[in-house]
């Protein structure tokens, strides 16, 4: 990862699947809806669900409004009753793992995940998930597998978002060129998928490419990302015109990064550059 002024740690921008309620950067490749009911009710007079299934359902419906409301603690109460009801149900291990994650439990987190594979191994939710786990964890090669599976699979509607975390692991461990071809096909199938070409910038700046990062983080500004995104690209961008000696395009750049998310990390971050600039 590309270390900001000071080394500081920032967390990619990766692409995964937030348990039935979007999250900021990540993108939903969800099978089923909340609200749907399960396979075995979808066929009228077949299969009809029993008193259990019913009742883990309804508690697996709880937990997601309590997800998608930010109420995590409860979330993982009616979830937890819902798989212990019925415990091989890979939508609810979903989105436990995800609530797990919110909470910071990341060991739950992938066990639960890992439990959703377990149930069904071709569950490409679960595989985008935990791929994203794995790059938050810095556990790169356990994240190159998984992300890999999707793009093998012809049937998964959002390639770009593995071809993502992909390119991302490899620039990780250090494989640059497929993890620059692999950033690169993800903006082939999506031109306006900026996490993407975010991430390409990044790398191309650690490679000293600096005009063509200012180029990838420029489309990144026109994509108009939200103000954590575009603070981020700022500060990324004041790096570069610092080295190539435009001190005056750097403070302009940190002064509009401070001011669109003054409490947000790279607000933070670009205020002290700023500081130590003036």
């Known amino acids: 990862m590309l270390r900001s002024r000071g080394r500081a740690r920032t967390l990619p921008w990766i692409a995964a699947v937030a348990a039935l309620a979007a999250l ?44 998608s409301a930010g109420r995590t603690p409860q979330a993982i109460s009616e979830l937890l009753e819902s798989a212990r009801i019925n ?43 935990i791929s994203a786990l794995y790059i938050q964890l810095e556990r790169y090669q356990d994240a190159i597998p998984h992300a890999q599976h999707l793009i093998d699979d012809p049937t998964f509607p959002f390639p770009w978002r593995a071809l993502t975390n992909l390119g991302w692991a490899e620039f990780q461990i250090g494989r640059l060129d497929p993890a620059a071809q692999h950033l690169a096909m993800a903006l082939d199938y999506k031109p306006d998928y900026w996490p993407a070409r975010l991430n390409l910038g990044i790398l191309e700046a650690q490679r000293s490419n600096r005009a063509e990062a200012v180029r990838q983080f420029e489309r990144v500004l026109e994509a108009q990302p939200g103000p954590l995104a575009e603070a981020e690209v700022r500060y990324r ?42």
């Open 24 to 67: 900021p950067t990540f993108g939903c490749a969800s099978s089923r809806s909340p609200r749907q009911q399960p396979p075995e009710t979808q066929v009228e007079g077949k299969n009809e669900p029993t008193h259990d299934q019913r009742v883990a359902h309804m508690h697996y419906e709880l937990g997601v409004e309590h997800l």
């Open 87 to 129: 415990p091989n149900d890979e939508q609810t291990q979903l989105a436990l793992a995800e609530a797990y994650r919110r909470s910071g439990r990341m060991l739950e987190a992938e066990q639960h995940l890992l439990r959703a594979l377990q149930l069904k191994p071709d569950f490409q939710q679960a595989h985008l998930n």
């Open 237 to 278: 961008l004041a790096e570069i015109r610092i080295a190539m000696g435009d001190r005056a395009a750097a403070i302009d750049q940190l002064t509009k990064a401070t001011d669109l998310h003054p409490s947000g990390p790279w607000g933070k971050r670009s205020a002290e550059y700023l500081k130590s600039l003036q």
